[in-house]
């Protein structure tokens, strides 16, 4: 696996990333009361058939489906359903784009209608998390850098950080190495070299950070019941730092 992507690669990469993020803007726009995630799920697809590229999970490890939705506890890799969103849940939405052959891999947590205090807090304390991460890396740090960068920001708010999973290299596959975890400690881990292709992407829990099996039997979420949220992003480590791919 060839963990150094070149300059070709990247462009393409980024190419398929800026329909990734078009078509995830479009899909967070229609989040509403009464939606289903079914129905977001099928637009999500056809909006990228459109662009000419491929949805990057649909059949991937045997999920069924083009876009991961994570409703209150569920974190990540949720089953779309009929069961209508309503007033005060939150969603996670996790996208991905085959385009020429290279992956990408975006995710964003949104409000369904008006949310409680805790739970807007909980969004942008994740989203904030993703940011300082993708603004700590660059090469010559470690995995371990940016997940203890992104652990102290978390804990200091009064969150929970996931231990089971984590971000990921990325490229003509979805996932490669190196595994890039949301804690750590500085200094461990793979160090970062330029030309890397990677997802930072932090998973927050209202509560206790430990997981369970969601109820559809594939996605997870969290043992306690709080609240959970993700945002993710893939980069490309340049020598002036983080470029972020998955953007308009």
Known sequence: MNLIKSPEEI????EGGKILATVLAEIEKMVKPGITTLELDRAAEALILKHGAKPAFKGYERFPYSLCTSVNDNIVHGFPSDKPLKEGDIVGLD??????????DMAVTVAVGEVSFEAKRLLQVTKKALRI???KARASVTTGDIGN????????????VVRSLCGHGIGKEIHEDPQVPNYGQRHKGEELKEGMVICIEPMVTMGNYNLRKSDDGYGFATKDGSLAAHFEHTIAITKDGARILTYV
């Not at 996208?95 to 990408?104: A, C, F, I, P």
């Not at 960068?149 to 009064?158: A, K, L, N, P, S």
């Open 11 to 14: 462009k393409i990469m980024a």
């Open 149 to 160: 960068t992104i652990q102290r920001y978390v804990e200091d708010q009064g969150y929970g």
């Open 133 to 135: 991460g993708i603004k």
């Open 95 to 104: 996208l991905g784009v085959l385009w020429k052959g290279y992956n990408s």
